[in-house]
């Protein structure tokens, strides 16, 4: 008896489809996106989850069954000989081991049989496994006695980036290129030949006469971007998005001029249909032919060659994955070279967290990696469901700016309350200053009626005794009435130990928290008297351990002035507050006695910051907290200098993107070190953006206002002129 599906599944469901179509058509066909692409994706994974729950609900008109996007009606269309399918999509390394663990159910047990004759014979069984391609004659012999105690066959992959671009297809007649297409919807795309052939990387000769049919990406360099837009900036004309959306614009104008000026790049990663001269004889040569998906063309004499499986002279097809790469790359094709052959999914897994680590330092965009079941025979076995191959799959990362999101969280009461969020919302992110992952829409037309307002806690009891909380007129926060709580306490730690404070190298949350449980420490300066013997005695600390921790904490005994004020959690005073009271004031003994009129004055600090400070230092508590870590370490002196003199004095400047040659924290100092300010907001009154790799919203800000706009050799020689 099948099971009863649920209506707020089928209401979910229906939703998701009409929201994605529209979504869709806006990105794919009119080019006017209103969501990113990333949002999109994040839909389509839903439908596709809850499709495989509910199988029964899959209709053919549903997004997971086609692929993306329709041919502009100003192209000529072209039916590709190949059908264009896309690859399903992993989110987590879970669902990557998922994905491993369903290969090699459907290919045990997959029994290799011995030579004979031109090529292997094969058997093969499949348990339970829906859409399974019907087994040719030579897959259906029955087993023999013993064959399925044979041992499972293993798998390996081959992992390459998935390039953020435009698929293109290129079809080759006796080596030539004849045609160049677009993906389209899979079934039609647009002839684009006339603006590929301007693509230096694109072969319009191979190197062996053979025909193919090949796919891969159109790309921009993010550094080829950045002087189309310093050109484009130069004539008053609006700046490019993004890499992505040049090069599809780029392959889609009708004047070949325009694609020969931007400089666009391909890496080509498929070869879906090959065809290979044997021997002469005659006008022309024979030929054998073959094409990969579920629906190939027949061959001349009316046979349909499976995928891969002619009969080809050894040598001629390559037999893995990896080897098709090597394959494309010796006929003058363009190849990605970093791909790898993993012989396990951990290291699938290994590969994909390099890929998170290495593309900032790339000069393309990706958007994931791509795995494929590496050996042609286990591909041909597994087949293709209604769209997509089940030997591979795009792992890819929840992005927004250019970085992955775990999680977004709303604090603000009253943002809330604006954006209108309840729980079970279906929302859009976004960078809030290209760091902070920011809820700027919700998706209306996704609720189903169920969402639930949320109601704030009128108490919480991680703030102990009774849990009271108050929120000050004029802030945003909601704040614990006991300031001494366990919980106010292990933040306080977390901050004393972090980067912009007293630098803890290895002193993370599991550490602090184990070492007030212990009441091993209670104060900051607590931190200072730790011995070794104590901590060789809690669970899981061993000697390298200890040793480490000990070091990181004796080299935090010299500190600098800034981030000592930083590491003290005053109240509205952060790191850039440190650094002007700090070049202020120049001591901590001046600024702990400093009046409030002295305070309200200076630039960067004023009456609320001021306030704040002279009553935090009026604490007996904290007076005593200060005099008795000023026991325990040295601040540096402060280099006192007439700010008003300095290079930059005056000069505000806001750093987006990842630099190269030095962190962001080095490049703020070197901007203090000369009298200029580095904020976190571009407004009108910046003088300068720092643009690196990757850069966000800030970028896009500053052209609007009209900010001037540094490259990274631009920011470094301003810092050498004037050092």
């Not at 490049?667 to 976190?680: N, Q, S």
Request: hydrophobic letters at 35%.
């Amino acid at each position: 008896m099948a099971k009863k599906i649920p209506k707020e599944v089928k209401d979910r469901l229906n939703k998701l489809k009409e929201t994605i179509d529209h979504h869709r058509y806006l990105y794919h066909v009119l080019d006017l996106p209103e969501i990113s692409e990333e949002a999109l994706d994040s839909l389509k994974h839903e439908l596709v989850e809850l499709e495989r729950e509910y199988p029964e609900l899959i209709t053919p008109d549903s997004p997971s069954q086609r692929v993306a996007g329709k041919p502009l009606p100003e192209f000529v269309k072209v039916k590709h000989t190949v059908p264009q399918w896309s690859f399903n999509d992993a989110f987590s390394e879970e669902e990557m081991r998922d994905f491993d663990a369903r290969v090699r159910k459907m290919l045990s047990p997959f029994i290799p049989l011995r030579k004979g004759g031109a090529e292997s014979e094969r058997r093969g069984l499949s348990k339970g496994i829906s859409n399974n391609p019907p087994p040719t004659s030579r897959r259906s012999a029955p087993f023999t006695k013993g064959d399925s105690d044979m041992p499972r066959v293993i798998p390996t992959y081959c992992c390459e980036h998935k390039i953020d671009g435009l698929k293109i297809v290129l079809t080759y007649e006796k080596g030539l290129l004849k045609t160049a297409a677009t993906r389209g919807d899979g079934v039609i795309g647009e002839d684009v030949t006339h603006n590929v052939r301007t693509i230096e990387s694109v072969p319009l000769q191979l190197k062996r006469p053979v025909s193919v049919i090949v796919e891969g990406e159109v790309w921009m360099k993010k550094s080829r971007l950045l002087e189309l837009n310093r050109e484009r900036d130069e004539k008053g004309e609006e700046p490019f998005a993004n890499p992505r959306n040049v090069a599809a614009g780029s392959i889609r104008q009708l004047d070949p001029a325009v694609a020969a000026s931007r400089k666009l790049e391909t890496y080509i990663y498929d070869l879906s249909c090959l065809e290979i001269p044997l021997s002469k004889g005659g006008a022309e040569s024979a030929r054998r032919g073959l094409c990969k998906g579920p629906d190939n063309p027949p061959a001349e004499d009316g046979t349909v060659y499976d995928y891969f499986s002619a009969p080809f002279t050894k040598g001629d097809v390559p037999e893995t994955q990896h080897e098709e790469l090597e394959f494309l790359r010796e006929l003058g094709f363009k190849v990605n070279p970093h791909f790898e052959h993993a012989k396990t999914i951990d290291e699938v897994i290994a590969y994909w967290k390099k890929w998170k680590e290495e593309i900032p330092k790339a000069d393309y965009l990706a958007d994931g990696i791509v795995v494929k079941v590496d050996e042609r025979e286990f591909q041909e076995r597994l087949g293709y469901t209604g769209k997509a191959p089940r030997w591979g799959i795009a792992l890819r990362p929840v992005s927004v700016a250019g970085s992955t999101v775990s999680r977004a969280t709303l604090h603000n009461e009253d943002e809330i309350k604006r954006l209108d969020v309840r729980i079970g919302d279906t929302v859009i992110l976004q960078k809030a200053g290209d760091v902070i992952p920011d809820i700027v829409r919700v998706l209306t037309e996704m609720r189903t009626g169920k969402e639930k307002t949320f109601t704030w806690p009128a108490s919480v009891p991680a703030c102990g005794g009774n849990g009271q909380i108050e929120r000050i007129p004029g802030e945003a926060a909601w704040r614990c009435l006991d300031k001494n709580s366990f919980s106010i306490q292990k933040r306080r730690f977390y901050h004393f130990v972090s980067k912009h404070a007293f630098d803890m190298e290895g002193l993370g949350p599991k550490i602090i928290n184990v070492l007030l449980e212990q009441k091993l420490i209670t104060t900051f300066d607590d931190m200072f008297t730790l011995k070794r013997g104590d901590l060789l005695e809690l669970p899981r600390f061993a000697e390298k351990s200890v040793d480490n921790l000990l070091e990181s904490i004796e080299k935090a005994r010299t500190v600098s002035l800034p981030k000592f004020l930083t590491g003290l959690s005053i109240p509205q005073v952060g790191e850039e507050t440190a650094y002007d009271l700090a070049g202020h004031f120049g001591t901590i003994e001046r600024l702990r006695v400093a009046p409030f009129e002295a305070l309200e004055k200076i630039d960067g600090v004023g009456p609320v910051v001021g306030k704040s400070i002279v009553e935090w230092f009026c604490d007996r508590t904290n007076q005593k907290m200060v005099d008795a870590l000023l026991k325990q370490v040295k601040i540096q002196k402060v280099e006192q200098k007439d700010k008003a003199s300095l290079p930059l004095a005056g000069k505000t400047f806001v750093l987006t993107g990842t630099l190269q040659s030095l962190s962001r924290e080095e490049a703020e100092e070197k901007i203090r070190d000369l009298g200029g300010d580095p904020t976190g907001s571009v407004s009108s009154k910046t003088d300068y953006v720092v643009a690196g790799e990757s850069a966000g919203s800030k970028y896009e800000k500053a052209k609007k206002l009209g900010v001037k706009i540094l490259n990274e050799e631009e920011f470094i020689s301003v810092l050498k002129m004037r050092g």
